[in-house]
C-alpha cells in the first residue's frame, strides 16, 4: 500500500501540528503518530511557554537569559531569531483557540521560572501543554486538507540514495516507511516534503518525566539516513520529579520553584544557597547537580521541595493539576515538602537543522525537540521549548512552501517494504531485556555526573546490545516495541559518542575527567554522521 500528499509529518505536537496547520490552506499533509494524536511530549508540559509580553522586559533580557542557561553555546542568531518571534508565535496559538490563564485585571498571567530576569511565562493554570495540543489537535482535525493516521509508528525515512543504491552529492528524502500498529501492514508513504517532529528521547533513560513515546524515533532516523545529528550529550535532567514507588516520575514543574518554593535536605536545610546565587531559581543543570550532590553526601533516597509557606489557598489555585495529582500518592503538597528526584527530561541537541528546519538531506525538515537548531546550547531555558516549537513550526512551513513550489519534483519508483523471510517473533522476552538494560547502563553510567571510564563502559555495553537488535531486527516481523528498541539503542550510542568526544565540562555535561569549560577548544558543537 502507498500513500502520496505533498506533505508527511512525522508527529503531532506542537512544532508538527504548528507546521501542519501553516501549509495545509494550499497543499495537502500526512499527519502520523505512534499513538493517539494528543499524546505527546507538548501534552505533559506544565509549566508553560517564554516569550517578552511586558513592557518591562525585552528581547534582549531573554536572548541574554538563553545564552547564560545554554552556557554560551546557544547561536546567538537563532537566540534572537527565536525570542523576537515569540509574540507572533503566542498570537498564532491564542488564534488557534489557546485559552492562557489571566489575572484578576484580565492581563495574562505571567509567572517566573529558573533562569529568567524577568516574569515571561504564559500559563494555563499547570497544564499548559494539554491546552496548546487541545486547541491545536482540534483545529487539525477540522481541517480538510489534513489527514490524520493514528497509531502508525515510522520505521525508517526513504531517500533516493537508498531507492538507487549509491551515494549521491545531494541526497534527497522521499517519505518514509510507516507500520500500521492495528494491521502490522507496512505503508508507503511518498511525499514532496517530510517533517520530523518526533519530540525527544527521555526513555533512554531509566528514569524521565516523558510519557512512553519519547523514544528518539526521529534522531535515529534521520541519523541512518546520512543526516547529522549534534550536541546529543546535553540531556537535561529535570531536578524535581515525585519520588514514590508508584508514581512514574510524574515531573513537579520548574513553575512551582517559581513561585517561591525551596528545595530542603530531610533535616529540613535549605541548600541551593552554597550552589549558586540564585538559590532556587538556578538553572536546571546547577540544580540537578546539587540535588544529585546531596544525595550521595548524606546517602539520602530524595531531597524536598517546600511550598507550604505560600499558604493552602495560593497552592491549590495556581497548581490544581499538580495539588490532585500528589494527593492521589498520599503528598498534600500544601501542608508538606514533596519528596523530589532528577529525571531525564528534555535533549537539547539532535538532528541538526538550519534557520529554517532543513536538515543536510534535501526536502527533510526537523522541527521541535528532535531538532538541535542551536536555540539551546549546553543547557535549554525553562520553557523555551515549546516556543521553539512554534516558531520553528512556521518558519520551516514558510520555507518548505517556497521549495515545493520552485523546484521540480521529479520522483523514483519506490519499492514497497521488503519483508523477506522475517517471521513473527516467539522471543518478545529479548526486547524487554535489551530495553531494560540500555536504560540502566544509561542512568548508571551516562547521568548528571560522567566520566571517561564510564562512558566507554557504557558504549561497549550498548554497542553488544545493537548486535543483538540488529539480528532480531532481520530475522522477525516489526513491531512498535522492536522498532523504539532499535532507536534508543542508536539513541544512547550516540548521546555517548558525543560525550565522549566533549573534553570538557559544559551545562548538562558535566564529567569529573574535565571539571573545567573549555572555550578556547570546546564552544562548539558536537556534531556526529554516519559513515556508509
Known amino acids: 500500500m502507498k500513500i502520496t500528499s505533498d506533505f508527511l509529518i512525522i508527529g503531532s505536537g506542537i512544532a508538527g501540528l504548528s507546521f501542519a496547520l501553516k501549509v495545509a490552506d494550499s497543499k495537502k499533509v500526512a499527519l502520523i503518530t505512534k499513538r493517539e494524536l494528543a499524546e505527546t511530549s507538548t501534552r505533559y508540559a506544565q509549566g508553560g511557554i517564554a516569550t517578552v509580553f511586558s513592557s518591562e522586559d525585552s528581547f534582549d533580557s531573554h536572548a541574554e537569559d538563553t545564552m547564560v542557561a545554554g552556557a554560551f553555546l546557544s547561536h546567538r542568531d537563532i537566540v534572537d531569531i527565536v525570542v523576537q518571534g515569540g509574540p507572533q508565535a503566542i498570537e498564532n496559538l491564542i488564534n488557534f483557540g489557546t485559552q492562557f490563564t489571566r489575572n484578576d485585571t484580565g492581563n495574562y498571567d505571567l509567572t517566573r521560572e529558573g533562569g529568567h530576569s524577568f516574569r515571561r511565562i504564559l500559563h494555563a493554570a499547570d497544564i499548559t501543554g494539554r491546552e496548546i495540543e487541545r486547541a491545536l489537535a482540534e483545529a487539525a482535525q477540522q481541517h480538510p486538507n489534513i489527514t490524520i493516521y493514528e497509531h502508525h509508528c515510522a520505521i525508517d525515512l526513504i531517500t533516493e540514495a537508498k531507492v538507487r543504491q549509491r551515494r549521491l552529492q545531494r541526497n534527497r528524502c522521499l517519505g518514509a516507511y510507516v507500520l500500521n500498529n492495528a494491521t502490522k501492514e507496512v505503508i508507503t508513504f511518498g511525499a514532496k516534503v517530510t517533517v520530523l517532529a518526533t519530540g525527544g528521547a527521555g526513555k533512554v533513560y531509566l528514569y524521565t518525566s516523558n510519557p512512553d513515546i519519547a523514544s528518539g524515533d526521529g534522531i535515529a532516523m534521520a541519523y541512518r539516513a546520512g543526516a547529522a545529528v549534534a550536541n546529543m550529550e546535553f540531556m537535561q535532567f529535570h531536578p524535581t520529579t515525585l519520588y514514590h514507588p508508584h508514581a512514574k516520575s510524574f515531573l513537579i514543574s520548574e513553575a512551582v520553584r517559581g513561585e517561591g518554593a525551596i528545595l530542603k535536605r530531610a533535616d529540613g536545610h535549605a541548600f541551593m544557597a552554597e550552589y549558586h546565587e540564585l538559590k532556587d531559581l538556578a538553572p536546571r543543570d546547577i540544580v540537578a ?37 500528589l494527593l492521589k500518592y498520599g503528598v498534600d503538597m500544601a501542608k508538606e515538602p514533596v519528596p523530589v528526584v532528577p529525571a531525564a527530561h528534555y535533549l537539547c541537541g539532535g538532528v541538526q537543522v538550519d534557520s529554517y528546519g532543513q536538515t543536510e538531506i534535501s526536502n527533510l525538515f526537523a522541527i521541535g525537540e528532535v531538532s538541535c537548531t542551536g536555540l539551546h546550547g549546553a543547557n535549554r531555558l525553562a520553557s523555551n521549548s515549546l516556543l521553539e516549537g512554534a516558531v520553528f513550526g512556521e518558519r520551516a512551513a514558510a520555507r518548505a512552501l517556497e521549495n515545493i513550489d520552485s523546484q521540480p519534483m521529479h520522483f523514483p519508483a519506490v519499492e514497497p517494504w521488503d519483508y523477506g523471510s522475517a517471521i513473527d517473533s516467539d522471543e518478545e522476552v529479548v526486547v524487554t531485556h535489551n530495553w531494560d538494560e540500555i536504560r540502566l547502563c544509561m542512568w548508571n553510567y551516562v547521568g548528571i555526573v560522567r566520566s571517561n571510564k564510564r562512558l566507554s563502559r557504557a558504549l561497549r555495553r550498548i554497542n553488544m546490545i545493537q548486535e543483538e537488535i540488529h539480528e532480531y531486527y532481520w530475522n522477525f516481523n516489526v513491531t512498535s516495541d522492536l522498532l523504539e528498541l532499535r532507536n534508543i539503542a542508536t539513541v544512547a550510542e550516540l548521546i555517548v559518542r558525543c560525550a565522549l568526544e566533549r573534553k570538557e565540562s559544559r551545562g548538562l555535561h558535566y564529567t569529573i575527567d574535565y571539571p573545567q569549560t573549555d572555550d578556547i577548544h570546546w564552544k562548539k558543537d558536537t556534531v556526529i554522521r554516519k559513515t556508509f
Open 289 to 325: 547537580r546539587a540535588i544529585d550532590n546531596e544525595m550521595k553526601v548524606n546517602g539520602d533516597d530524595c531531597v524536598f521541595l517546600d511550598i507550604t509557606h505560600k499558604g493552602a489557598d495560593y497552592v491549590k489555585d495556581r497548581f490544581p493539576n499538580i495539588y490532585e495529582t
